[in-house]
């Protein structure tokens, strides 16, 4: 039986891998050129590899080199915040806001909150944060009508849902969708990375316990920063 053989780029990935292995977070990872050297390929093919695993978040840029990255953050999928999420899983939640305003519902929006097209709804956008590390971006649409006094006592680097929990907001359920895509030049920029990087997006429609809409929200994930996993029972 014939045996096919391994891409050469990936038996190079193989290898790199087990150097990271012996190295802690931080640590440099060798130069294209040392690498290409020490295995006797070409430094394409060294590229080829190291973006490999840059993609999957084992290695990051730092300067003009790469270093081991930290691993991955594993998020549960459940009806919970950002801010709890990250918090269960040991990690220092942050917000920066990007914009707040209200806008006209286009029917996409209207359709989720169970609003006539054209409904204004607050707009809120925001970087989301691990350890200080950019690793989503978060845009969440609320009917205005009813949850417009939130302009006045919301601060919007915090949870948002303490905040409408606060407001006497009783959750129930959430529809979520889950897909791979890449990043706009607007998203990259924001987030800090290429448009070549895969991101992980999530379409969620919260409801409250009255199955009335709370809220549509998209976000946008770093694919090399965040993974998300959820337990199924039978």
Known sequence: MEVTRL???????????????ELAEGDPVPSERELASRFEVARET?????????????IRRQGRGTVVSRPKMVQPLSL???TEAALS???KPGRVLVGWEDVAADSETADALDLEPGAQVMHLERILLAD?????LESTFLPLDRFGRLRDTYDPTTSLYAALRAAGVDFGSARERIQTVLASPR????LECTTALPMILLHRRTLDIEDRPVERVRSLYRGDRIAFEAQLVS
């Open 132 to 136: 200080g590390e950019k690793i989503g």
């Open 7 to 21: 891409p050469k780029a990936y038996r190079v990935r193989t290898q790199i891998e087990r150097i990271i292995d």
């Open 46 to 58: 060294v590229r080829q590899a190291l973006r490999d695993l840059l993609v999957e978040g084992r």
């Open 89 to 91: 899983l040991g990690r």
């Open 187 to 190: 998203e990259a920029a924001l």
């Open 80 to 82: 919970r915040s950002y």
